[in-house]
């Protein structure tokens, strides 16, 4: 396959999202693992994409939960 193609994430391919998370994400502490991106697939399904480029895993998109405590002073 060549391009760019942007599709549903599918439960077998969560392994190969868990290296990219890594790179991406490890050096700021921000990074989710294994666990934490089945349970947002599992919650939300349609709402989690992947980004494949020249037959390569190249991104992901999955949702976010953020709680508003009050606000910023």
Not at 37 to 62: K, N
């Amino acid at each position: 396959m060549t391009g760019t193609r942007i599709s549903h994430l599918l439960e077998a391919d969560r392994d190969a999202v868990v290296p990219l998370e890594a790179r991406a994400c490890t050096a700021s502490g921000l990074a989710e693992w294994r666990e934490t991106l089945r349970s947002r697939h599992r919650a939300s399904p349609s709402t989690c994409f992947v980004l494949e480029y020249e037959g390569e895993f190249g991104g992901y998109c999955s949702p976010c939960r953020t709680r508003f405590t009050g606000v910023p002073t």
